[in-house]
């Protein structure tokens, strides 16, 4: 029986540092590395990136979209990263952002989080602008097999507020209302829950408890402006839940493994110094 994902995370953090590396493989990446945007060029800069990275970062986090855009032969590459981080014993985080109502989030559940499906990591994120509720089979999925979601709440991207920050009709914010079902979900879990929330690192000052009981994957490092002070600055005490995520500014480093992994290391450094200090 695998163990809860929040309690696998837990370990790779303590072991590795807080850092996930996505695998993006933007088509002006493709470019930078000199390799043509087709599904070979795609299938070298993925299988490169994952392989050079997954020693060094406690999860990896490949973007469906750069691989979606190649049809079936992008998913099928998208499915070897999977295989590749799983050999390596480094864990997975599919970014779908995937969202619908609860029959047909089901099938999403199937497809990203039983290890029977080809394209099984050992989180997924999930959209839950159907309502929280609506993401109920992929957590009972996600129960079962010893996986983790991450619910979108606070995002990175500037258009995000008017919408996240809004009121509900009990006066909390959207955002908050997903927070607190994320503390419902892991309520009791040690020493991690699996369901956590994503916030970017490039959000301004909220006033949501942003401590889930569960990890908080922080995606906006590096390109998107973020930096470990902001880190700092958003996540106060609830610092240790993070796992910060850096795509671009990594793979920008590449096609050189040991840059890449150079890239990464620098990356954790700056992160390691704000742990340990709630
Ligand atoms: O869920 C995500 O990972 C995510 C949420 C968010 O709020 N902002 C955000 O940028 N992301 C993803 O994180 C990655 C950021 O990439 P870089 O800006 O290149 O580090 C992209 O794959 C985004 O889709």
């Known amino acids: 029986m695998t163990a809860p994902f929040g309690a696998r995370l837990h370990a790779a953090m303590a072991a590795r540092g807080p850092l996930c590396a996505g695998i993006d493989p933007h088509a002006a990446l493709l470019a930078e590395w000199g390799l043509p945007d087709t599904v070979s060029g795609l299938e070298r800069f993925a299988l490169t990136a994952t392989e050079a990275l997954a020693p060094h970062v406690a999860a990896l986090k490949p973007q469906s979209a750069f691989f979606e855009r190649f049809g079936s032969a992008g998913v099928a590459v998208l499915e070897r ?24 989030a089901q099938g999403y559940a199937d497809a990203y989080l039983d290890p029977a499906s080809p394209l099984a990591a050992d989180a997924m994120t999930a959209s839950p602008y159907l309502g929280v509720g609506s993401l109920g089979p992929v957590v ?5 097999h010893g996986g983790g979601v991450f619910v979108l709440a ?9 919408f996240q920050q809004a009121r509900t009709a009990e006066g909390t914010t959207v955002a908050g ?25 490039t959000i301004g000052e909220t006033g949501e408890d942003l401590d889930v009981g569960g990890p908080l994957l922080v995606p906006g490092l590096g390109a998107q402006g973020g930096t470990p002070e902001d880190v700092r600055r958003i996540f106060g005490r609830s610092v240790e839940l993070v796992l910060a995520s850096s795509s671009r500014e990594i793979l920008r480093a590449g096609p050189d493994a040991g840059a890449l992994r150079d890239a990464a290391l620098r990356t954790a450094e700056g992160l390691a110094a704000l742990r340990g200090t709630r």
Request: hydrophobic fraction near 45%; charged fraction near 20%.
């Open 140 to 144: 009972e999925t996600a129960r079962r």
């Open 177 to 201: 209302a997903v927070l607190d079902a994320l503390r419902g979900l892991n309520a009791g879990e040690q020493p991690l829950g699996s369901f956590g929330a994503v916030v970017g690192a």
């Open 81 to 104: 990263v999977l295989a590749t981080a799983r050999e390596a014993g480094t864990l997975s985080v599919l970014d779908v952002k995937r969202g619908d109502i609860g029959s047909t």
């Open 154 to 162: 606070l995002t990175s991207n500037p258009e995000a507020p008017l």
